[in-house]
């Protein structure tokens, strides 16, 4: 109704501020509900939406180029995720010149004014959306400068320290990864600021997936910054989700209630929590189903959920809602061996001949597809 409304405002005025900028948030906030539902059509066509009341905002002000490319970008990943290449490379390109107006635009203010703290992280900002890491630093630093009063270092220095661990991510994706490299940038990140979230990840991924020296380094930048203070969320989660991998399901469990305990109700942490409490030594099988019940609740079409609860139903020999779940699930996965053993051996327990016949053809499928490929790629 809302979006209605502004839409008809538009039509009658459509370089009218207020509205255009009520409907972009109208439409993103949309765009995030079709996304969540998988309708990724619909999701496209509310982001488009918003560009359109975007530009009208940014055609007042200039300072909301950036956050147009932004959108734009995300334009094009989610082409990128429907596999419309074609798409997805033309609102890429789109996005990288529009931030390429955003980079002149701060240049020119800065050349005039150019103690200028808000413009100067506004430039850094546009350098650090195109990944030339080092022009995003250079403004920080004049910046600092010229905070005489450290008035502003409480955002400056933040700032710096994600623009950092930013850089560190992208030398980490490099083929080869750039892992020493990596290491300078997140120590430093984390000198500036040892509650930079990202860069803790990022230390704690390359814990759990290094081996020698790396690790060992990254380990010990990350223990120095949590020393006094308990690690945050994320790291519980990438140290959880490690340890459950492995099947160290105690531990896992540990990581993922210190998880819980930072942010309620998340469903990463839900969904996770539920699956080892189900897999402890002493399986708490009733918590479990709790927990992804209210998982569910907040995301009832989730496959990953559905799959979650359908495994916890499983263990507790309730084949016939574990089979419901699986089935629900694998409309949208299809790529599980796994799955497709599962729905193969409830199908037979439940005496479903028609269904196991037909799950054992989709795996014969998969398992085909999986051998074409890898013999593809030894060539």
């Given amino acids: ?72 970008a995300r334009i094009a990943a989610i082409y ?35 103690d200028s703290i808000p413009d100067l992280i506004g430039l850094s900002n546009s350098y650090l959306f195109t990944r030339d890491f080092a022009k995003a630093i250079s403004p920080l630093n004049v910046a600092m400068k010229n905070d005489r009063s450290n008035k502003l270092a409480p955002v400056l220095i933040p700032h710096k320290s994600k623009v950092l661990a ?32 990202k860069a803790l990840a990022i230390l704690a991924q390359i814990v759990v997936l290094s081996n020698g020296q790396g690790s060992e380094k990254a380990k010990q930048i990350l223990n120095t910054a949590i020393a006094e203070t308990e690690a945050p969320f994320v790291v519980h989660v990438i140290f959880g989700s490690d340890a459950a991998v492995k099947g160290n399901y105690e531990v896992a469990n540990r990581h993922f209630q210190q998880a819980a305990l930072q942010r309620k109700n998340t469903i990463v942490v839900l969904n996770n929590l539920a699956f080892v409490t189900a897999r402890l030594k002493t399986p708490d099988y009733e918590q479990a189903l709790a927990l992804i019940n209210t998982a569910i609740s907040i995301q009832p079409n989730n496959a990953n959920l559905l799959d979650t609860r359908a495994g916890i139903y499983l263990l507790t020999k309730q084949y016939e809602n574990a089979y419901r779940d699986f089935e629900q699930a694998e409309l949208s996965i299809k790529n599980s061996e796994r799955l497709y053993k599962d729905l193969i051996f409830l199908s037979n327990k439940l005496e479903f001949e028609q269904h196991e016949r037909k799950y054992s053809t989709r795996l014969e499928k998969l398992l085909a597809t999986k051998k074409l490929t890898t013999v593809g790629s030894q060539r």
């Avoid at 309708?39 to 007042?60: G, H, I, Q, R, T």
């Avoid at 490099?174 to 979230?197: G, T, V």
């Fill in 166 to 197: 930013t850089w560190a991510e992208d030398e980490l994706k490099k083929k080869p990864p750039q892992l020493s490299r990596c290491l300078e940038l997140l120590d430093e990140a984390i000198q500036y600021n040892p509650n930079n979230e």
């Fill in 1 to 72: 109704m809302a979006r209605n409304h502004i839409r008809n405002v538009l039509l009658r005025a459509p370089s009218d501020f207020q509205a255009s900028r009520l409907g972009q948030k109208i439409n993103t906030d949309l765009a995030d509900s079709y996304i969540l539902k998988r309708e990724y059509e619909d999701a496209v066509s509310s982001l488009k939406e918003a560009e359109s009341n975007l530009k009208v905002v940014a055609s007042f002000n200039r300072s909301k180029i950036l956050e147009l490319a932004q959108l734009q």
């Fill in 80 to 114: 990128n995720e429907i596999r419309l290449d074609e798409f997805a490379g033309e609102y890429s390109d789109l996005s990288k010149s529009t931030a390429g107006r955003s980079i002149d635009y701060y240049e020119k203010i800065i050349e005039v004014k150019f």
